[in-house]
């Protein structure tokens, strides 16, 4: 009971410091705006430890931190080879191929009627189809490798990726257009120099969704079959166990990557996107 109240007693604690913060005249500085979230992180995970601990939660229902972070410790090794063969291989590997071919083929609707009315129609009906029913197909066709898995990156990233182009090639308006016209603009010039810097947000706003469903895709794809390595290999095989603090040390090299992939991408997008109002300020 005592770990219960110290519990309420750290949440309560945590809520004022941030709130204190938040309302400060230091809230716009950057040091501020990492501590909130840092300190609120820290909060949760106290709670978790103390609550898990003071209720006697069970390890096959919710393990505390300080075991999955042992746990995580204790399996660098085999958490190391997971990532590689599901984030490395998997999903970069996907990423990569479906939102390259995405663009160019974004490039080619843009450039013919036909295509952009047949063509992406079809795109939202695919992308309605759920992971669980094409991801053991692909595994069928490609085998139980790292390359069925990253056809079915390529099918979740492809779409998202060529809407989102699609929509930021048709952003310059007509006036802006006829311009490049009047200057005797070829269609690859007008491109380069018009139309591609005006679609970069929608660009990167495809590459930033296609982040999180390529890590998803890949994972969930290992359900269906894959060697024995990989995280959701790792995940499904580490439940039928009972082995709850492997399955959370998975979610967190899950959660990292994704993040800093995320990040990454961000951070590119900042450099190439530095005039759009978004990244002002």
């Given at each position: 009971m005592l770990m219960v109240v110290l519990a309420v007693l750290v949440w309560c604690l945590g809520w004022w410091l941030n709130s204190r913060l938040a309302n400060s005249p230091a809230s716009k500085t950057r040091a501020v705006q990492l501590l909130v979230p840092a300190i609120f992180g820290i909060t949760v995970l106290l709670v978790w430890e103390l609550l898990v601990r003071g209720l006697e939660v069970s390890l096959v229902i919710l393990p505390a931190p300080s075991v999955i972070a042992a746990r995580f410790a204790s399996s660098l090794p085999i958490l190391w080879d997971d990532f590689a063969q599901t984030i490395l291989k998997g999903a970069l590997g996907g990423y990569v191929i479906g939102c390259g071919a995405a663009f160019l083929t974004a490039i080619l609707v843009d450039r013919s009627d036909f295509l952009r009315r047949g063509l992406l129609p079809v795109g939202n009906?695919?992308?309605?189809?759920?992971?669980?029913?094409?991801?053991?197909?692909?595994?069928?066709?490609?085998?139980?490798?790292?390359?069925?898995?990253?056809?079915?990156?390529?099918?979740?990233?492809?779409?998202?990726?060529?809407?989102?182009?699609?929509?930021?090639?048709?952003?310059?308006?007509?006036?802006?257009?006829?311009?490049?016209?009047?200057?005797?603009?070829?269609?690859?010039?007008?491109?380069?120099?018009?139309?591609?810097?005006?679609?970069?947000?929608?660009?990167?706003?495809?590459?930033k969704i296609s982040t999180t469903l390529a890590l998803i895709g890949a994972i969930v794809a290992e359900f269906f079959g894959s060697p024995t390595v990989g995280m959701g290999f790792r995940i499904s095989t580490s439940v039928g166990q009972l082995a709850l603090d492997m399955v959370w040390a998975e979610i967190v090299v899950a959660a990292l990557a994704g993040s800093a992939f995320y990040g990454l991408v961000a951070l590119i997008e900042k450099s190439f996107t530095f005039w759009h109002p978004s990244q002002r300020g």
């Open positions: 009906f695919v992308a309605a189809l759920p992971i669980v029913g094409t991801a053991p197909i692909l595994v069928m066709w490609f085998g139980f490798d790292w390359q069925s898995k990253a056809a079915v990156v390529v099918v979740m990233v492809f779409f998202p990726m060529l809407v989102n182009t699609v929509a930021g090639l048709r952003e310059t308006s007509a006036m802006q257009r006829d311009l490049m016209q009047t200057y005797a603009a070829s269609y690859w010039q007008s491109f380069f120099k018009l139309r591609l810097p005006a679609a970069l947000p929608f660009v990167f706003n495809g590459l």
